[in-house]
């Protein structure tokens, strides 16, 4: 069975930096997209960004756009989120996530559109 792994989370002060690591398992074929969310206590899970394995097309998210950078590696079964200028309001448990379903050549960035996910790790962004 698909298994997905994050790591990398942690506590870094406002302006610092991040790397997310999710790794896939239990599966060797291609999945369509994979994609990082978050969900802050009391909010609703966030598409951050997301790629199109295939292809290496990519969607984030206005609230990460020019800070976040999501990217894959060779396997196309591993993901990464490096995050930059980190503000209080990115604390959150963050999730990968992963979907076989085919979505016609866009990348989804919507939770509902992905299938497997991950456990989450913690990201906590001191001012």
């Known amino acids: 069975q698909v298994q997905l792994a994050e790591s990398g989370g942690g506590s870094v002060q406002a302006g610092g930096s991040l790397r997310l690591s999710c790794a896939a398992s239990g599966f060797t074929g291609n999945f369509y997209a994979m994609g990082w969310f978050r969900q802050a206590p009391g909010k609703e899970r966030e598409g951050l960004a997301s790629?199109?394995?295939?292809?290496?097309?990519?969607e984030y998210a206005d609230s990460v756009k020019g800070r976040f950078t999501i990217s894959q590696d060779n396997t196309k079964r591993a993901v990464y989120l490096q995050m930059n200028s980190l503000k209080p309001e990115d604390t959150a448990m963050y999730y990968c996530?992963?979907?076989?379903?085919?979505?016609?050549?866009?990348?989804?960035?919507?939770?509902?559109?992905?299938?497997?996910w991950g456990q989450g790790t913690q990201v906590t962004v001191s001012s």
């Open positions: 996530a992963a979907t076989l379903t085919y979505y016609e050549g866009r990348v989804p960035l919507s939770q509902h559109e992905y299938n497997y």
């Open positions: 790629v199109r394995t295939a292809f290496g097309s990519t």
